[in-house]
Every structure is written in structure tokens, then in C-alpha cells.
């Protein structure tokens, strides 16, 4: 018995002409039939060749093949690893303007049905060499990021946005890296040009790091060396940090966006302040100077141990729960400050803002999911102010006043 089998079509190849770019990092065109096709790695106002990988029903994702013709917004990617596929950027190849111009319409378009201003975008970290915090993985000695769309690591030895003592201290890394384990790596870098390191697993001479390119302390597994942490010294007194909990990735960009929760804040004497996923205190630190009353919720309990320690270096004090937001939302806010991660709030957690009769400064890091909140939260935006934290990425913060019910 013999078995027919069927040709294989050939992939589809289009010609598209590409207009702007999405969250996601991918570049937005038409084809000529005008079908929307998204295409990572194009640049608006390029010509592309792209060959078809996927077709939905409302628009296609295609495999760039040759640029027909380059638009005015394409520019050279100054780094061999983002040529090479490496994920950690998006954008490179487009230049700053347009990168800040595509995120403040990234944002119009999420939020065209929330009402309100959305405000210029802001720009307080340079084009490169403002990341201060990074995380790398590792596996069989290969130290990286994945590639674009990949699960392959691209080997990291430099990277022009990490500012240059924490490029340093990658090197001093690499040198411990193990050849047959798989993790991942954690840096960060204070003011003072320290540097705490935290690996996800026990790495055989962590202890030597120590000392080496600016680094004050290494913890991996159960063990630590030198510092357990570290003074951010974002101001005269000690703000503690670790390289494991979360700290914005941008030194200026952090300054910026502090300064604009606040003013979202608007006048907080008297007032009772809610501040969920709360961190180390950041913006806890901030509040806390100027309210009456600050309950300030975090779920990791190492971040409020940091969170305890840097309002007392600072005399100041708050209220901190070390519990699932959705837990602490007993008694009446005059205000309410929400910084979630990623995926935004959870249906719970927004049904139970909603019954809080007042305003809520919501600060976002995806403007899909903050559009989203909006809406289950029955508020709308009375202005909303995007960021660019992250040059050469399509990452985006948010900081949006939700007006009361």
C-alpha cells in the first residue's frame, strides 16, 4: 500500500510597508492587500521583505528577510550581541526620538477610551549606559540573555547599557560561571560605584568575587560574602538595597518617576495613604515624609525588612504589612498608590479598590494591562505621563492619576 503525500506550500513571502511600532517590540505595517502584519526587527517608514510565520484572523506576524527600502527612523545598532539576536533590546536599529515618540502613541492608543491628557513623554535616562540593575541567566558557562524569540542564550561579555562599573563587574562575573549547572544572576550598582551580586544557585568561588571590579557582596544559595547589602545612595542617608529585590533600573529614571508620584499625589497633609506593592520603599519613603498616615503593603518579606530599615535611617514611619495586597484594604484612603508588577492587578484586588471612594495613583509598566484595570476599577484617568526608563527597549512606565468614583 502506498502512501500519497501532500507538497508542502511554500512559505508566503509580502512586501510591507511599515508605519510605527507596538508594545512587544515588533515594527506595524500593511501589506498590499491591507492586512496588518507585524514584523520584529523593522523600523518605521521601512520597505520590508517578510517571509509569513503566522496568520490570525486580523493580522499576520512575519520573519524579516531584506530591507527594500530603509525609512529616515533606522539608524546602525552600535552592539555586536544585539546584532547577533541578543533579547535584552528591541529597538537599536531606531532612533530615539522615534523610539519616545512610538511609546507616548503606545500609550494614547491603550488608553483612548480611559479619558483624560496623556502628557509628552519624558525622557531622564541617555540613550545608553543607564542600567544600574540587571539580571542575566546562565547555562554551561554561557552568561546572557535569550535570544529574540528564542530560548537560545546569546553570550553577553559587554553591553552598552549597563553603565560602565556595572560592566565591570559582569566581567569579574563571568569569570565564576559555572560550566555545567544553569541559573541565574542578579547585579546591582549604588551611587558609590558598589556593586551586590545574588546568584540563584551555590556557584564554586563566589566567595573570590569580593573586592573584584567594584563588588561589595555575593550571596549564592544559603551562602553570602561580604555585604548582605547595600546602600543605594540615592540621597545623604542610606537607602538599602539588595541585587534580588526589585529596584528601578535607572538611577535618573528613578529620580523622575519619584518626583511624579508625588505630584500625582498632590497635597498629602492630614491624609491617609494606602501604597500597594510597596517594595523597599521607594515612594513609601517619599509618602511618608508628607501624609498623616502611610499603610504600606508588600508581599516579599525582604523587601519590607529594606522597606523597615530605610524609613527608620530616615526617622520616618509607616505602617507596613507583609501580605498579599488584596488582604489589606480594610478602613478609608484618602489616596490610594498602586505600582504592580507586569501583569497589572488582580480581578479581586481591583472589585475591592473600587468600593474606596478616592483617588488612586496607579504607576504601570504595561499600558495593555493598565487600560484593563482602568476599566475594572469604574474610574478614569485625569492625566497620564509615560516614561521612557529603558532607552532601546519597548518598555514603557506609566504614571496615571485615576480620577474618584
Known amino acids: 500500500m502506498s502512501c500519497k503525500r501532500t507538497a508542502r506550500r511554500p512559505p508566503r513571502q509580502l512586501r510591507v510597508g511599515l508605519d510605527s511600532l507596538a508594545f512587544g517590540g515588533d515594527a506595524v505595517g500593511r501589506d498590499d492587500d491591507g492586512r496588518v502584519v507585524f514584523v520584529p526587527g523593522g523600523a518605521p517608514g521601512d520597505t520590508v521583505l517578510v517571509t509569513v510565520e503566522e496568520e490570525k484572523k486580523g493580522y499576520s506576524r512575519g520573519a524579516l528577510e531584506r530591507i527594500l527600502r ?49 502628557a509628552a513623554t519624558q525622557a531622564p535616562a541617555p540613550g545608553f549606559g543607564w542600567r544600574r540593575r540587571a539580571r542575566l541567566r546562565f547555562r554551561r558557562g554561557v552568561l546572557g540573555y535569550l535570544e529574540r524569540r528564542s530560548h537560545r542564550l546569546v553570550d553577553v561579555d559587554r553591553c552598552p547599557q549597563l553603565e560602565p562599573a556595572l560592566e565591570q563587574a559582569l566581567v569579574a562575573v563571568r569569570a565564576v560561571v559555572p560550566t555545567d549547572g544553569s541559573g541565574e544572576v542578579e547585579l546591582l550598582l549604588t551611587g558609590r560605584g558598589e556593586v551586590h551580586v545574588v546568584f540563584s544557585t551555590p556557584i564554586p568561588g563566589a566567595a573570590g568575587l569580593v573586592g573584584a571590579a567594584g563588588i561589595a557582596g555575593v550571596v549564592t544559595g544559603d551562602a553570602t560574602f561580604g555585604a548582605e547589602r547595600v546602600d543605594l545612595a540615592d540621597e545623604e542617608v542610606p537607602f ?122 496607579y504607576v504601570s509598566c504595561d499600558p495593555n494591562t493598565l487600560a484593563r484595570d482602568i476599566q475594572l476599577l469604574g474610574r478614569r484617568v485625569e492625566r497620564a505621563i509615560p516614561l521612557d526608563l529603558m532607552p532601546q527597549t519597548f518598555h514603557i512606565e506609566v504614571v496615571a492619576n485615576l480620577a474618584s468614583p
Request: charged letters at 25%.
Open 70 to 118: 530603509p525609512g529616515p527612523s533606522r539608524v546602525e545598532a552600535p552592539c555586536p550581541r544585539y546584532l547577533e539576536g541578543c533579547g535584552g533590546c528591541q529597538w537599536q536599529h531606531v532612533d530615539l526620538e522615534t523610539q519616545r515618540a512610538a511609546k507616548g502613541d503606545i500609550v494614547r492608543r491603550a488608553l483612548r477610551h480611559a479619558g483624560g491628557e496623556v
Open 240 to 361: 538599602w538595597a539588595r541585587a534580588d529585590v526589585f529596584a528601578q533600573a535607572s538611577a535618573a529614571g528613578n529620580l523622575a518617576l519619584r518626583r511624579l508620584v508625588l505630584e500625582a499625589a498632590g497635597p498629602l497633609a492630614g491624609r491617609r495613604v494606602l501604597e500597594l506593592f510597596a517594595g523597599s520603599g521607594n515612594f513609601t519613603r517619599d509618602l511618608a515624609r508628607e501624609a498623616a498616615e502611610v499603610v504600606a503593603v508588600e508581599e516579599a518579606p525582604a523587601a519590607v525588612a529594606l522597606a523597615h530599615d530605610n524609613l527608620a535611617a530616615r526617622g520616618l514611619s509607616a505602617e507596613l504589612r507583609a501580605e498579599p495586597a488584596e488582604r489589606s484594604l480594610g478602613g478609608r484612603f484618602d489616596l490610594i498608590v498602586v505600582d504592580p508588577p507586569r501583569v497589572g492587578l488582580a480581578p479581586e484586588l481591583c472589585a475591592a479598590l473600587a468600593t474606596q471612594a478616592c483617588p488612586i495613583v
